[in-house]
């Protein structure tokens, strides 16, 4: 029962880092385009583009 107990959270608390990076990588190129100004306007092209589709 004691042996279970922590190996329960552990894999519970690698699965959520697991996923934290998999959401941050996304999250770090949307970020770095609009911050760029010659990406942020190709990024506002591709958002008209893409709402006009």
């Known amino acids: ?3 279970r ?3 329960n ?3 519970k608390g690698r699965s ?3 996923n934290n990076p998999t959401t941050v990588s996304p999250r770090l190129p949307m ?3 609009p911050t760029l ?3 942020s306007s190709r990024g506002r092209t ?8």
């Open 31 to 33: 970020p770095s385009g």
């Open 16 to 18: 959520p880092h697991h």
């Open 46 to 53: 591709a958002m008209d583009l893409a709402k006009s589709m």
């Open 1 to 3: 029962m004691r042996r």
């Open 37 to 39: 100004p010659p990406r």
């Open 9 to 11: 959270p552990a894999s």
């Open 5 to 7: 107990r922590p190996r």
